[in-house]
T-cell receptor, first 116, second 109 residues
Framework: DGGITQSPKYLFRKEGQNVTLSCEQN?????MYWYRQDPGQGLRLIYY???????QKGDIAEGYSVSREKKESFPLTVTSAQKNPTAFYLC???????????????FGAGSRLTVL | RKEVEQDPGPFNVPEGATVAFNCTYS??????FFWYRQDCRKEPKLLMS???SGNEDGRFTAQLNRASQYISLLIRDSKLSDSATYLC??????????FGQGTTLQVKP
């Protein structure tokens, strides 16, 4: 079955440590996204990528980094520079990044990061 | 004013009731908008798209009012399984998607 796989599902980290969240999709989607969700808030865009070896900052990119070396993979690194990293992280993909119906997002199950 | 605003609720309704949510937006000339459903501690999943002509899928009806800049979601004959958070999604003119904070629905027996 096609879909998006995120790992790990739960992650605990000490302050000052970097952590990398994995996101893999086998939907043959061109675009991939990382969102962050905090309690009582909507999803906020961290980074997105429309094509391999290219990515753009979203609305809250500070303290995060990404890479897109393969179409299927879009890992997110939460660095020690991120001031408040405890959150629910969601990876998504879509056929393209334009306006219109083709921009429907498919989400992974999410990774819940807690900084101790 | 936020780009996308939703009443967070919760909306508590009995089974069988009809319930409606609105979502107001600004700065979007998109032709289509979206409603996603998110269960507790799960990922959002597409419920339905919303076009200028509206959209109906079984018990769910979505409407777009471009003049007043809001989209609506109507649920008829509510089921216990409809309990969830409903997120409205508005494409920016750049193509990025802006998510509302969600409206929580609790359907009671």
């Amino acid at each position: 079955d096609g879909g998006i796989t995120q790992s790990p599902k739960y992650l605990f980290r000490k302050e000052g440590q970097n952590v990398t969240l994995s996101c893999e999709q086998n939907l043959n989607h061109d675009a991939m996204y990382w969102y962050r969700q905090d309690p009582g808030q909507g999803l906020r865009l961290i980074y997105y990528s429309q094509i391999v070896n290219d990515f753009q900052k979203g609305d809250i990119a500070e303290g995060y980094s990404v890479s897109r070396e393969k179409k299927e993979s879009f890992p997110l690194t939460v660095t020690s520079a991120q001031k408040n990293p405890t959150a629910f992280y969601l990876c998504a993909s879509s056929m393209n990044h334009g306006l219109g119906g083709a921009n429907v997002l498919t989400f992974g199950a999410g990774s819940r990061l807690t900084v101790l | 004013r936020k780009e996308v605003e939703q009443d967070p609720g919760p909306f508590n309704v009995p089974e069988g009731a009809t319930v409606a949510f609105n979502c107001t937006y600004s700065n979007s000339a998109s032709q289509s908008f979206f409603w996603y459903r998110q269960d507790c501690r799960k990922e959002p999943k597409l419920l339905m798209s919303v076009y200028s002509s509206g959209n109906e899928d079984g018990r769910f009806t979505a409407q777009l009012n471009r003049a007043s800049q809001y989209i609506s979601l109507l649920i008829r004959d509510s089921k216990l399984s409809d309990s969830a958070t409903y997120l409205c999604v508005v494409p920016r003119n750049t193509g990025k998607l802006i998510f509302g904070q969600g409206t929580t629905l609790q359907v009671k027996p």
